[in-house]
């Protein structure tokens, strides 16, 4: 297939907005940094992987093929501490949290990548480039055994970040062995880190350079050096992953191979709550689970993550979630209405308004998925469609085209035709038709009490062209 046009994406390198062309033909290699399984991923995570899975579905559509390669961090300090506390092996301790997490990218219609390598199948890959970077000088031991990267070796540390290395080294320490760190720790960082007993426990594996498990930041090179190519098309992840850990898979990679690591480095802003990333560390985040729990569903989720532009910060809160369900309603509501078109004559008045939106849809989205606009013209769309079904102008026919229209732009939303299935149980329908009866005797006590025990049951009745119909509320 053709591309007849290609995606635009702010690169965070180049600061720009570029085409994406892929280095080889139509094929797109994409690697999306995953989650750490210690814990069950908060909705500020999915906002990343439901920019992601946009942006995967987008290529999709426009004609690519997908390459995409999410990991999965079950080796880092994290996860060793949860497994040395509860006294388990790593992979006890992280495989509830990896099923956890496919159950909630099913949950919000995230469609799989390629490939979830996981860290600690990789080891050796990491142990060979650890190796090869330290015969090639970028990498040394330090007074503690593990292995560094000198970033002062490679000579475009920062690039991607753009930092300034000489001001903010001045009051930096020069090593540093956690994972995570920020801008003014920038300095040398952990490849391999020797075994102590009092933080590992007893996991660790062997290497040339001891015993010891790797760093974070490697992983990614290994994974991604592994299973797709030394230069990959795009690179995604979260803002907060930009410094350090980006940055040093840069480094790394780029000193392994001597090739350019990534063409589009894409980076979503974060989901916020009163002014502050929504994180573990600050206790003020939600998961998945937790919303369902409350009565929401992983359509209504999908849908508020994913309704602003990925480059605006997102702030979460349970009224922009609310807002999200009534948009959700104003879509269902508009599909019974087509459903319920009985006319057959046509009047050709739809396929300009199909044409129009369409072409607003694509050019919203490829303009580096500008989700704000393309929504809006779904519900323009709705909106005019509305009109020619109040003036009674619309076939069945053009109902179903219409349908059609919102199938195909549902390959890239997901939240039309994934509303689960909420069957309405039989006694509901039974007093239903019951309190109708009674409406039509006169009998309007019988008919009260049925509309009450209708509500008590958890449903609301909405008068429709065709009667009366229960929904949940
Ligand atoms: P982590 O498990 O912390 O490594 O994060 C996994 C992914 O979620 C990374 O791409 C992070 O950048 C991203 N992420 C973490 N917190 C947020 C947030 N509040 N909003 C958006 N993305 C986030
Ligand atoms: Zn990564």
Not at 197 to 226: Q, T, V, Y
Request: hydrophobic content about 35%; proline content about 2%; overall charge neutral.
């Amino acid at each position: 297939m053709n591309i007849k046009k290609h995606l635009k994406l702010f690169n965070t390198y180049s600061r720009k907005k570029e085409e994406v062309i892929p280095l080889n033909k139509n094929h797109i290699n994409m690697y999306t940094c995953g989650p750490t399984i210690y814990d069950f991923a908060h909705i500020g995570n999915f906002r990343t992987y439901v920019f992601e899975d946009l942006l995967r579905k987008t290529l999709k559509f426009l004609g690519y093929n997908v390459i995409q390669v999410m990991n999965i961090t079950d080796l880092d300090d994290k996860t060793l501490n949860g497994a040395i506390k509860k006294n388990i092996s790593l992979y006890e301790f992280t495989e509830p949290f990896r099923q956890a997490f496919f159950e909630d990218l099913d949950a919000l219609f995230i469609e799989k990548a390629e490939f979830y390598p996981k860290a600690t199948q990789y080891i050796e890959k990491m142990i060979e480039i650890i190796q090869d970077l330290k015969n090639k000088k970028f990498a040394y031991k330090g007074a503690d055994g593990s292995i560094y990267f000198s970033i002062d070796k490679f000579k475009d540390y920062g690039k991607l970040s753009h930092l300034n290395l000489k001001d903010l080294k001045k009051g930096a320490s020069n090593r540093i062995t956690q994972d995570e760190y920020d801008k003014e720790n920038a300095s040398d960082f952990v490849l391999w880190k020797i075994f102590d007993p009092k933080r590992d426990g007893n996991i660790f594996w062997d290497s040339p350079f001891g015993k010891g498990r790797p760093g974070w930041h490697i992983e990614c090179s290994a994974m991604s050096l592994s299973l797709l190519k030394n230069t990959l098309d795009i690179h995604c992840g979260g803002i907060d992953n930009i410094f350090p850990h980006h940055e040093n898979e840069i480094a790394q990679s780029e000193a392994y191979t001597n090739e350019k690591f990534v063409n589009i480095w894409a980076h979503s802003e974060h989901l916020i709550v009163d002014n502050k990333k929504m994180s573990k560390s600050l206790g003020n985040f939600f998961t998945l689970r937790d919303l369902i729990k409350m009565g929401y569903s992983g359509r209504e989720v999908r849908y508020m993550l994913m309704h602003t532009h990925y480059k605006t910060q997102l702030n979460f809160t349970l009224e922009g979630l609310k807002a999200s369900r009534s948009s959700l309603q104003r879509i269902d509501d508009f599909i019974d209405r087509l459903n319920s078109i009985k006319e057959n004559n046509d009047f050709s008045l739809i396929d300009t308004i199909l044409k129009e939106e369409r072409e607003k849809f694509n050019n919203a989205l490829i303009d580096d998925l500008n989700i704000s606009i393309a929504l809006s013209s779904l519900f323009d769309l709705i909106k005019k469609v509305n009109t020619l079904i109040d003036q009674d102008k619309i076939s069945k026919n053009e109902a179903h085209k219409t349908i059609k229209y919102l199938k195909e732009i549902d390959m890239i939303l997901s939240v039309i035709f994934t509303k689960e299935i909420e069957e309405v149980p039989d006694s509901i329908i039974e007093a239903m038709e019951k309190r109708e009866d009674a409406r039509k005797n006169k009998n309007f006590a019988l008919s009260d009490e049925l509309r009450d025990y209708i509500l008590e049951q958890g449903y609301i009745i909405e008068d429709t062209k065709e009667g009366p119909k229960a929904k949940k509320k």
